[in-house]
């Protein structure tokens, strides 16, 4: 799932539960059931150390884009409910935080040539929850992602 939609979802989800122990338990959960879904990622699951300079800095621009992307978002979002502002904010970081974490273990790998056990562990852990590849249609992934987004921007304006 691309990170705009789970940044979405998060603030959604900050802009109703008003308790941040509640909202950030809740973020890293749905953020897993989200996955479950059909949907497409960037990149390769499991390649990236492969990848030559260029298709790395393809995948790489694309993550920071939609990264900059869900970042404006809640930006807007928080000018729109203030009152809800940090409990938005504790939605998204936590909402994003999984996919951060896959973030670090690829950068270790690819930049400093190592893999950290724990990262490692995590790493398998999230994407054995994901659907296989092969098994996960690009076009129910659009639709599912584009659905997503509407139901959160409904929920955080109502």
Known sequence: MILTVHALVGAAIGSKIHNLWIVSIVSIIIHFLLDRLPHRDYGPDKKWKNLSRGRLLFFGSQIFIDFLIAVSLTYWIIVFLPSSGRYILVGV?????????ILLYHFNEIFFKKQIKILKKYYLFHYANHIPENKNPLVPGILIGGLLIIISIFLILH
């Open 93 to 101: 970081f936590f909402s994003l935080l999984p996919d951060g974490f």
